[in-house]
């Protein structure tokens, strides 16, 4: 396994949610890490990504609610959510990619979000 993520289920409109995603293996020399999420009919989505120098870049969606933080020494990725709405549900997945050679994208297995009043 090369990404494990854990974390999400049902939160309250409002709330706050933690993703954590774990590397392993060849994973751990990504140059980016991070979060995607898709929803019914629609392409899956970038939510957030960072270097691994630690540079964040963050959709327009999410951008000052969310926060993603990458834990080299861990080999760890944590994406951070705070007033969650209805459009933040849908299905999140992990990424680590690498983009020199030897060049990969993994992706971890999806973990549901569901933002419900």
């Known amino acids: 396994v090369q990404l494990q993520a854990s974390g999400g289920g049902l939160v309250q409109t409002g709330g706050s949610l933690r993703l954590s995603c774990a590397a392993s293996g060849t994973a751990t020399s990504a140059t980016r890490m991070g979060w995607y999420r898709q929803t019914a009919g629609k392409q899956r989505e970038l939510v957030a990504d960072v270097t691994s120098g630690g540079i964040t870049n963050y959709s327009d969606s999410v951008k000052g609610r969310a926060t993603i933080v990458r834990d080299n020494a861990k080999n760890t990725v944590n994406l951070e959510m705070d007033n969650l709405k209805a459009e933040d549900t849908g299905v999140y997945y992990c990424?680590?990619?690498?983009?020199?050679?030897?060049?990969?994208?993994?992706w971890g297995q999806g973990t549901q979000v569901t933002v419900s009043s």
């Open positions: 990424n680590g990619r690498r983009v020199v050679t030897p060049r990969y994208s993994y």
